[in-house]
């Protein structure tokens, strides 16, 4: 008869301890323990049958390094924060098998590496509706201060992975998230984690979810409405905790007798733009229609006068503007303003803004590097951008580059075709497309020159619309 082995139980400090699964799993397959030997045990969790082999034994001191791609890691570290008990036994066993087919992971067709995908694409859905669904509600607490508390139920062990979303999101908030598997407080300067919680620990609703009702209502846009879709997006089980929720059967059941309502009064859109600038920028920065306004970064709002004569427009604010919390404070900005001063334009008489509100960005170490909006996400905001021009209702609009011309017109064009054209649009205000001037700091010293005086020179073209007589070309 052939003895069974006995197996090694391995004990995680948390069910999302994936850093404690990685240092433990490592040394296990140094020391040959194959994934039918290991039993990954979890908080709360009994062991089976463990105490024939003992602790898992050390590995030798020439074993072998570990073979481990950095997609296997990516994918392993999502797919640990789901709630499948047996979640830690799979990925032992797809690194076990790496170590003799180092490419398996990019094979979809194997079995276990697309159950682990499946894992990490739950994961994912789940943080992001997380950052979806999430609602404040505003208390007071012992010291008399704002506090916002909010509840939550994830379906999987994603607190933790999702803290830093909502620290910078709501860094200049007192905030606590509460769920049934732990909490998250934030006083403004240090998270810490607290114990499980119970709905009956977070607050009922306050004044503002009014508002926010008011505001929901009115932008939920009837032709526009695909239920399967809208579900698929806000699934049921998140609705008992929106305070917009118990609104949405009424708006479906009367979606199609508002929408032949709209179309008999020539109107497009169901939805009400903001009646003032403050209100838009509120509704700005609460908006999560697309992937850049659920990154983690806040909603950098337009300055200047609420009528201006000229509008400028960029593509999004960067790195330096979203720590401050305004547009063009960078160097781009550095740039913008000096020309504006040398064509004889103040600064401060234009409104300035951004096609998009949201800085998209991808982390490079600590560095947050700019990337270009796509057209969806520009077309996305242009409604934003549009709700802001009808209040500003500005003569002159300056667009800087090819992102912020398509968030007035709504179509791709050429700079250098359309650079120096006066473009006349439908609410009566004229368009001058140009560079950004983020573009004159990527040049060459020769070609930053070139450009330079061609910035100049539209810049003139703006002065002289407006009425005042340019000054020289900026150095």
Not at 109 to 127: F, H, K, M, P, Q
Not at 131 to 147: L, W
Not at 178 to 185: D, E, F, K, M, V
Request: net charge positive.
């Amino acid at each position: 008869m052939t003895a069974t082995l006995a197996r090694h139980g391995v004990t995680l400090a948390a069910h999302d301890d994936f850093a404690g699964w990685r240092d433990r799993a490592r040394d296990l397959v140094r020391a040959g323990i194959a994934p039918d030997r290991v039993e990954w045990v979890l908080p709360g969790q009994a062991a089976g049958d463990l105490f024939g082999a003992g602790p898992p034994p050390a590995p030798p001191d020439d074993a072998a390094p570990v073979r481990a791609t950095r997609d296997f890691l990516d994918l392993a570290a999502r797919a640990a924060l789901h709630a499948d008990p047996a979640r830690f036994d799979l990925l032992y066993r797809l690194l076990w098998r790496l170590q003799t087919a180092p490419r398996l992971i990019a094979d979809r067709a194997d079995r276990e590496v697309r159950a682990v995908d499946a894992l990490a694409r739950a994961v994912r859905r789940d943080i992001h509706k997380m950052r979806a669904f999430v609602r404040f509600r505003e208390v007071r607490d012992a010291a008399g201060r704002d506090h916002y508390v909010a509840w939550f139920e994830p379906q999987h062990h994603i607190l933790a992975a999702n803290a830093g979303f909502f620290v910078r999101r709501f860094a200049a908030m007192r905030w606590s998230i509460l769920t049934p598997q732990g909490a998250l407080h934030w006083d403004g300067e240090t998270l810490h984690q607290g114990p499980p919680a119970s709905r009956a620990d977070a607050p009922a609703a306050d004044p503002a979810e009014a508002l926010w009702r008011t505001y929901y209502a009115a932008i939920f846009n009837p032709a526009r409405l695909k239920i399967d879709a809208m579900v698929k997006e806000m699934p049921r089980r998140y609705w008992k905790n929106l305070p917009e929720a118990d609104l949405i059967p009424e708006l479906i059941a009367t979606a199609q007798a508002r929408e032949a309502a709209m179309i008999a009064l020539g109107g497009s859109d169901a939805g009400r733009p903001p009646a003032s600038l403050a209100a838009l920028e509120q509704a700005v920065g609460a908006c999560r229609r697309c992937a850049i306004g659920c990154n983690g970064t806040r909603a950098v709002p337009g300055e200047g006068p609420a009528q201006a004569a000229l509008m400028i427009i960029g593509e999004q604010p960067g790195d330096h503007e979203e720590q401050t919390g305004r547009p063009f404070v960078g160097p781009a900005g550095q740039v913008l303003r000096d020309h504006l001063h040398a064509a004889a334009i103040d600064p401060g008489d234009a409104r300035v803004t951004n096609a998009v509100r949201h800085f998209k960005h991808q982390l490079r170490g600590r560095q947050r590097l700019h990337q270009t909006p796509t057209a969806h996400e520009i077309d996305t905001c242009r409604w934003w951008l549009d709700a802001e021009r009808q209040l500003v209702r500005p003569r002159l609009i300056l667009a800087l580059g090819a992102s912020a011309a398509r968030g007035v017109l709504g179509r791709t064009v050429s700079i250098e075709q359309q650079r120096g054209q006066w473009l006349p649009l439908n609410d009566g205000a004229h368009l001058l497309v140009t560079t950004h001037p983020a573009y004159l700091l990527r040049l060459g010293e020769a070609a930053a020159a070139l450009e330079r005086r061609r910035f100049a020179d539209d810049l003139a073209r703006v002065a002289a619309q407006l009425g005042h007589a340019p000054c020289p070309n900026p150095r």
